[in-house]
């Protein structure tokens, strides 16, 4: 008796690849937390084993999307969260490949207000991602998008006031272009979950 093929459950995937974002930030957390840049190359590595579990969940997906008959919202939508979502964890991975290439030495104070805004990002981010399953009658997937929209703010005051800082303290032009560019790669992260956010909602706004 032949059986019937189980449906891929684009929702969970969905979830995962958020998932993996959170990893990488809360690993991201730990190695600025407790800095040593002699452990830099082994950690980038540690990183990129994450963002490429999530490329491959990515790549299940688009092969999944290529022969599915009637997905439960339009293929571009679904196709494209899971861009977006793969995004965030290519830009976290990229903090730490900048930490390694430009080999930091010492870690300025406020990467810390830096980090655990990516970690608020990334864990509301899994959130709405696993409640995106209910989206035609859930209350809180909305509240979840605002909160996103809201950290994504936050980032930039954040941003702005760290370069400003950065532009009267540095003590050589080295630090104030490397740090610059740093605190733009974990700006780079909170627009990434903002844009989730966004299209989250763009599939809402769609289909109910």
Known sequence: MKTKKKNFDYFATLAEMSEFALQEAELLQAILS?????????????MHELEHKCDTVKHDMTTALVHEFLPPVDREDLFRLSHVTDNLTDNLDAVVAFLYMADIQSIRPDVNDFTALTIACCTNAVEMMREFRNFKKSSRLKE???ALNDLEEQGDKL?????????????????????????RKFENCFDAAESMADNVESVVMKNT
């Open 34 to 46: 407790d800095f040593h840049p002699e452990r830099l190359e082994e950690q980038r590595r540690q």
């Open 144 to 146: 979840l998008i605002i």
């Open 159 to 183: 941003y702005t006031e760290a370069v400003r800082r950065l532009s009267r303290d540095a003590q050589s032009t080295r630090e104030l272009i490397e740090w610059r560019d740093l605190y």
